[in-house]
T-cell receptor, first 110, second 115 residues
Framework: KQEVTQIPAALSVPEGENLVLNCSFTDSAIYNLQWFRQDPGKGLTSLLL?????REQTSGRLNASLDKSSGRSTLYIAASQPGDSATYLC?????????FGKGTRLSVIA | DVKVTQSSRYLVKRTGEKVFLECVQD?????MFWYRQDPGLGLRLIYFSYDVKMKEKGDIPEGYSVSREKKERFSLILESASTNQTSMYLC??????????????FGDGTRLSIL
């Protein structure tokens, strides 16, 4: 059964810093990997989706990479801002719909 | 933009009640999903549907059922609510085809409390 791990569970950085969030998974037989953002008490907002045949995707200050062979994905956030403060979740799709990690709670301090 | 609307943001019900959570999407998506989210456990899939009147069990279907009579609407039913079903419930939808190729779009969630 697919297991998804996100480390660290929480991260606090000063504004302007570049940062990397990590996601690891146990089964490399995936179709895609999706990164989401969740604000407190809200639903999830899709940030980036990487198909299994791709290595990375970019959207603005965000860049997500995928290395199936090592079972890892990273979400890179450039020049972080207080508005980036949220919980970031990765989720993988394989033979069943999405399996989620428990998220990394990010705080960007002004 | 895709809009997934959950009928209630907050709901308080009593143990033993039959509870209906409604979800509507406006983008003609074939696939719809129900998750619950709990601290320390993350999001877990309850049920999903890939077509009208079709449903599949997710990881934690016990104590729940679903209904999909129309393409745009997917209802989650708690047959006899219990306190351990107090949670945040999230609905999502995605476009036709394998769910693996399309991003899922989420509603804002329903925070359900069972007293």
């Amino acid at each position: 059964k697919q297991e998804v791990t996100q480390i660290p569970a929480a991260l606090s950085v000063p504004e302007g810093e570049n940062l990397v969030l990590n996601c690891s998974f146990t089964d490399s037989a995936i179709y895609n990997l999706q990164w989401f953002r969740q604000d407190p008490g809200k639903g999830l907002t899709s940030l980036l989706l990487i198909q299994s045949s791709q290595r990375e995707q970019t959207s603005g200050r965000l860049n997500a990479s995928l290395d199936k062979s090592s079972g890892r994905s990273t979400l890179y956030i450039a020049a972080s801002q207080p508005g980036d403060s949220a919980t970031y979740l990765c989720a993988l799709s394989g033979n069943t719909p999405l399996v989620f990690g428990k998220g990394t709670r990010l705080s960007v301090i002004a | 933009d895709v809009k997934v609307t959950q009928s209630s943001r907050y709901l308080v019900k009593r143990t033993g009640e039959k509870v209906f959570l409604e979800c509507v999407q406006d983008m003609d998506h074939e696939n719809m999903f129900w998750y619950r989210q709990d601290p320390g456990l993350g999001l877990r899939l309850i049920y999903f549907s890939y077509d009208v009147k079709m449903k599949e069990k997710g990881d934690i279907p016990e104590g729940y059922s679903v209904s999909r009579e129309k393409k745009e609407r997917f209802s989650l039913i708690l047959e006899s609510a219990s306190t351990n079903q107090t949670s945040m419930y999230l609905c999502a939808s995605s476009l036709e085809g394998s769910w693996s190729n399309q991003p899922q779009h989420f509603g804002d969630g329903t925070r359900l409390s069972i007293l």
